[in-house]
């Protein structure tokens, strides 16, 4: 086996790696949105807790706020599973950078495992963002509206 790479092969190795990097790049942009639904989840969780901690909250409200404690939880639930997914995108095109480049200028047959590792972070990637809009939809459904004048 040769394990010396020459230009050619390494300026291509790199150009191969371009296309799965901005992939990469999109999913770090996810993770920060994602990461950012779950802290408002967090912080909505704590106050209600604290209110019910504190014991200041008739029989009626408490009820309704422990409801929207189980919904925060069941959108927690979904917001650390994407993040999940996402991180296992990124594990994967991660991967998959390296392997293309190891492939590239080295003679060891690795495409096909590179292929692999690119569809799959593609299919983590689509089910992250499957639970982000199960949990979207989920947040939109606990907003009250008032019901707007016609005009």
Not at 54 to 59: L, P, S
Not at 100 to 114: C, D, K, N, Q, V
Request: charged share 15%.
């Amino acid at each position: 086996m040769n394990f010396a790479p020459d230009l050619a092969a390494v300026t291509h190795g790199i150009q191969l790696a371009v296309a799965p990097v901005f992939f990469l790049t999109a999913v770090s942009g996810m993770i920060g949105a994602v990461a950012g639904r779950l802290a408002r989840i967090i912080d909505r969780a704590r106050f209600l807790e604290n209110r019910l901690e504190a014991g200041d909250v008739a029989e009626s409200p408490a009820i309704k706020m422990y409801a929207e404690l189980l919904r925060l939880r069941h959108r927690g639930w979904l917001v650390n599973i994407c993040i999940a997914l996402l991180t296992f995108c990124a594990i994967l095109i991660g991967t998959t950078i390296i392997l293309l480049f190891l492939g590239e200028t080295t003679e060891l047959p690795i495409f096909r495992i590179a292929t692999v590792c690119f569809l799959s972070g593609v299919v983590c990637f689509l089910f992250a963002l499957v639970c982000f809009l199960a949990e979207t939809l989920m947040s939109t459904r606990l907003l009250k509206f008032a019901e707007l004048p016609v005009r």
